[in-house]
């Protein structure tokens, strides 16, 4: 009874709330298999009530394991991710490594939960920008359809992990106290130049690609259009690094398929939309904040309003925990869904 779970990747910012999340869910968990690097193996994370040693990852690491959540990296998810297939586990997987491939189904149980019945042992998480995207504009898509969306984000830094963290702070110490900032990571580890983020914005979020969009970007066009099952709607994204430590935000410009809706009635579908929660009261100042939406799984979203010379053209305000419902939820949620479709039992 019971199910055999793997976390790789566990020490990580996304890793240790997979733990918790998996605490809060009604998944019922038999054995947990804490993996990570060798570097981490030998350390012991808190469980239940229980503390558990934490496993160099390996192939054979994933012998009798029912789901096996991977974030450890692409590189890491491309070795071994196939391993835990082959030995049975349902690996949902939460690096851009396979979301694209034709048999691995990119899931956001509120946009597209069937499409779990089409995997062959890996299930793709989105990226952290795109799943709070989808999950506000599907309920619109459904009532009213979609021809195009503009997403502008702000995204927060933790998107590049727990030491990008630690680097704005040190940066915003230093130039407090006027000191020249040192930069390391920002606005990505492995390209050339590196730029001051505290106190700034950086229109830089992956590495540039051919077509002079970011990795990013083109994953927040590719993913959701493959997320709504819809190649025809219209996307485009610019995605900019903002001083915040967690959660994104988005202004999102959308055009929909008819004319005579006003924002009134996307208010309406917002405030009945799963995982969804409306926070727009402009008389009293009320929408989403990253300080606010931090800590919790719904995507928050706000600022609703019809464009001033489109008439079927809306702007919206989008603001969710990216290591959450971005990521270490969205998968959790995954593995709920799995057990809720039948699809691994316990
Ligand atoms: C960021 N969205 O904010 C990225 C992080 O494809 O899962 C997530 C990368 C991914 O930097």
């Not at 030995?87 to 189904?105: H, L």
């Not at 927060?156 to 940066?171: F, M, N, R, T």
């Not at 009945?272 to 008389?283: F, S, T």
Request: charged share 25%; with cysteine.
């Amino acid at each position: 009874e019971g199910l055999n779970v793997a976390v790789v990747g566990v020490t990580g910012a996304v890793g240790t709330r997979m733990l918790k999340m998996l605490e809060g869910s009604p998944l019922p968990v038999k054995i947990l298999f804490p993996l990570a690097s060798a570097r981490s193996a030998g350390k012991t994370v808190f469980f239940g009530d229980k503390e558990w040693t934490i496993k160099e990852a390996k192939p054979e690491s994933f012998e009798n394991i029912d789901i096996a959540l991977f974030s450890a990296g692409g590189s890491v998810s491309k070795v071994l991710a196939p391993e835990a297939a082959k030995r049975g586990a349902i690996v949902i997987d939460n690096t851009s490594a396979f979301r694209m491939d034709k048999d691995v189904p990119l899931v956001v149980p509120e946009v597209n939960e069937k499409a779990l019945f089409d995997h062959h042992g890996i299930i793709a998480n989105p990226n952290c920008s795109t799943i709070q995207m989808v999950a506000a504009l599907e309920p619109i898509r459904k009532a009213y359809g979609l021809k195009r969306i503009i997403v502008s984000t702000y995204q927060a830094v933790s998107g590049a992990g727990a030491k990008a963290i630690a680097e704005l702070e040190k940066q915003s110490e230093a130039v407090l106290n006027g000191e020249k900032p040192e930069t390391v990571i920002m606005p990505v580890k492995s390209d050339e130049k590196h730029y001051q983020m505290a106190f700034n914005a950086i229109p830089q979020i992956d590495l540039f690609q051919p077509n002079d969009y970011t990795f990013e970007e083109m994953k927040m066009i590719n993913e959701t259009k493959k997320i709504m099952e819809a190649p025809e709607i219209k996307v485009s994204a610019t995605c900019v690094r903002v001083p915040v430590s967690i959660s994104h935000g988005e202004s999102v410009y959308i055009e929909i398929d008819r004319n005579n809706v006003n924002a009134e009635n996307l208010k309406e579908l917002l405030r009945n939309a799963p995982g969804v929660v409306l926070e727009d009261d402009p008389a009293h100042q009320i929408y989403p904040m990253p300080v606010n939406a931090s800590g919790k799984k719904e995507v928050f979203v706000g600022r609703v309003r019809r464009d001033p010379d489109v008439a079927n053209g809306f702007h919206l305000w989008i603001v969710s925990d990216n290591l959450l419902k971005g990521a270490a939820w969205n998968s959790v949620q995954i593995a709920e869904s799995l057990l809720k479709l039948g699809l691994v039992s316990a």
